[in-house]
Nanobody, 121 residues
Framework: QVRLVESGGGSVQAGDSLRLSCVAS????????MAWFRQAPGKEREFVVT????????RYADFAKGRFTASRDNAKSTVYLQMISLKPEDTAVYSC??????????????WGQGTQVTVSS
């Protein structure tokens, strides 16, 4: 059974940083691209970043460029999302997903439950 468990969310002030983690089990982690998506209340799920299976290539949503950094440690079956200069509009539930190296949520077959990030001004 595939399991993806996110952690590291919280309530922060604008300008602060957070590092999210997603630990995977039940799959050959190093064979999969991993992505982060987010969903704010009342809004559709939104692509944030994807990182290829080796961690050498990433694709970012425009809003994430320069502020968010994805990385992974295949030995620990973990993917990370470092977020700096957080803004109130970054408030959302952030979820990790395993699948192909794409920007559409349909390209990912396994999902975590998400971790809440709340940024106050």
């Amino acid at each position: 059974q595939v399991r993806l468990v996110e952690s590291g969310g919280g309530s922060v002030q604008a300008g602060d940083s957070l590092r999210l983690s997603c630990v995977a089990s039940g799959l050959a982690f190093s064979n999969y691209a991993m992505a982060w998506f987010r969903q704010a209340p009342g809004k559709e799920r939104e692509f944030v970043v994807t990182i290829d299976s080796r961690g050498t290539t990433t694709r970012y949503a425009d809003f994430a460029k320069g502020r968010f950094t994805a990385s992974r440690d295949n030995a620990k079956s973990t993917v990370y999302l470092q977020m700096i200069s957080l803004k109130p509009e970054d408030t959302a539930v952030y979820s990790c997903a395993a699948g192909a190296f794409g920007i559409r949520y349909s390209e990912y077959g396994d999902w975590g439950q998400g971790t809440q990030v709340t940024v106050s001004s």
